[in-house]
């Protein structure tokens, strides 16, 4: 037992324990930069189908709105149907 000295134990032990956490800090710091990454390509995602889907509802909007008015424009033309008269019978 004289060969086994404890400080050096403790010693061993300690810097297992710090190279474990660099190690996790490194892997953790590559997974966070790549899930920031994956997160910035989701948002720009995100924005380019939410201009798009500004854009569709507008045009939806445009042509409702000229539909309207062509229905509007086409019943003030059609005269109206004669009166019919109270001499039938």
Same mark, same amino acid.
């Given at each position: ?28 710091? +590559? $997974? !966070?930069? &790549?899930?920031? #990454? ?5 948002? @720009? ?14 045009? +939806? $909007? !445009?042509? &409702?709105?000229? #539909? ?5 424009? @086409? ?15």
């Amino acid at each position: 037992m004289a060969d086994f000295d404890l400080g050096e134990g403790v010693r061993k032990v300690l810097l297992a324990g710090i190279g474990a956490l660099a190690t996790g800090y490194e892997k953790s710091s +590559a $997974l !966070v930069d &790549d899930l920031v #990454k994956k997160g910035e390509l989701t948002v @720009e995602q995100g924005k380019s189908l939410n201009t798009e889907l500004k854009r569709k509802v507008g045009e +939806a $909007l !445009v042509n &409702d709105a000229n #539909k309207d008015e062509a229905d509007k424009a @086409e019943s003030a033309e059609e005269p109206s149907e004669p009166a019919e008269s109270a001499d039938k019978d």
